[in-house]
């Protein structure tokens, strides 16, 4: 069975940096796609990075492209989203995901993937 977990979430000022962990048990990741999500009060889960299986290709959502960055760890079964430059509107539960099937592509849809983390908070202070 497939758990994920994720860590490294808190409050920081505005400008700010962290970096969440997603650690993933009961699987070998490296073959599989992984992403990170977020989802706000009151929005839908939304796209914000993720890698296709291996790592070879990564995408972002519009929003975060130049201040995220998704990385991955397979010895250590672990994927990664260091988040800098924060602003208020990063604010938001991140969850990070896996695809239970091989995709070259990275896919975007909450429906692609079929195992998700509990989410770890993310707030931003203006």
């Known amino acids: 069975q497939v758990q994920l977990v994720e860590s490294g979430g808190g409050l920081v000022q505005a400008g700010g940096s962290l970096r969440l962990s997603c650690v993933a048990t009961g699987r070998t990741f490296s073959n599989y796609n992984m992403a990170w999500f977020r989802q706000a009060p009151g929005r839908e889960r939304e796209f914000v990075a993720g890698s296709s299986w291996g790592g070879g290709s990564t995408d972002y959502a519009d929003s975060v492209k130049g201040h995220f960055t998704i990385s991955r760890d397979n010895a250590k079964n672990t994927v990664y989203l260091q988040m800098d430059s924060l602003k208020p509107e990063d604010t938001a539960v991140y969850y990070c995901?896996?695809?239970?099937?091989?995709?070259?592509?990275?896919?975007?849809?909450?429906?692609?993937?079929?195992?998700w983390g509990q989410g770890t908070q993310v707030t931003v202070s203006s």
């Open positions: 995901a896996i695809r239970n099937r091989r995709t070259a592509v990275v896919l975007t849809r909450v429906a692609d993937y079929d195992y």
